[in-house]
Antibody
């Protein structure tokens, strides 16, 4: 059974960079056809897709966040990571990692989520 | 970006009743790439339906999806106590996939 687990700081200061990782167990992130995505959900609001990374390392970002987002993979650790730069209070949210396969597919496996608060 | 509008915002029903949730897209959803998720407090969304009408693995058959183009519906035939939650639709057919704002199904 595929499992995903987010990790990272729960508090980030404004203008700094938010960094989260997602450890995958029960499967390899290098498996052909698998896409690994990040979704965030501000408190009391609906989810928002941030971006996805393919097993080959190709990345796809939400146009609204593209200028601030970087996704990358660490195959040796079987994990993938998110960096979001120049954060503001509007970036406060629960951040989820999830899998979808193929590219145009819903998210079928999700992590439990990691709440990140942006505050000084 | 395809904007998804869900209605109603809140649905107050009793266990055993039928729930009908609507998701309207601002433009036609490519290949009916429309999914429905259930989310309970403190949990990640759970995939219920994809391709507008296909149930995900392990989803009970009281959940059904229908629709095409710009109009989609999630129906729960008989509400069980564990079905009271928030439901989101999602379109994943474009490079800017998006979620609707959700419908909360609450106990009347």
């Amino acid at each position: 059974q595929l499992q995903l687990q987010e990790s990272g700081p729960g508090l980030v200061k404004p203008s700094e960079t938010l960094s989260l990782s997602c450890a995958v167990s029960g499967g390899s992130i290098s498996t052909s056809g698998y896409y690994w995505g990040w979704i965030r959900q501000p408190p009391g609001k609906w989810p928002e897709w941030i971006g996805s990374i393919y097993h080959s390392g190709s990345t796809y970002y939400s146009p609204s966040l593209k200028s601030r987002v970087t996704l990358f993979m660490d195959v040796s650790k079987n994990q993938f990571s998110l960096r979001l730069s120049s954060v503001t209070a509007a970036d406060t949210a629960t951040y989820y990692c999830a899998r979808h396969t193929p590219r145009h597919a819903p998210f079928d496996y999700w992590g439990q989520g990691s709440l990140v608060t942006v505050s000084s | 970006e395809i904007v998804l509008t869900q209605s109603p915002g809140t649905l107050s029903l009793s266990p055993g009743e039928r729930a009908t949730l609507s998701c309207r897209a601002g433009q036609s959803v490519s290949s009916n790439y429309l999914a429905w998720y259930q989310q309970k407090p403190g949990q990640a969304p759970r995939l219920l339906i994809y391709g507008a009408s296909t149930r995900a693995t392990g989803i009970p058959d009281r959940f059904s999806g229908s629709g095409s183009g710009t109009e989609y519906t999630l129906t729960i035939s008989r509400l069980e106590p564990e079905d009271f939650a928030v439901y989101y639709c999602q379109q994943y057919g474009t490079s800017q996939q998006a979620f609707g704002q959700g419908t909360k199904v609450e106990i009347k």
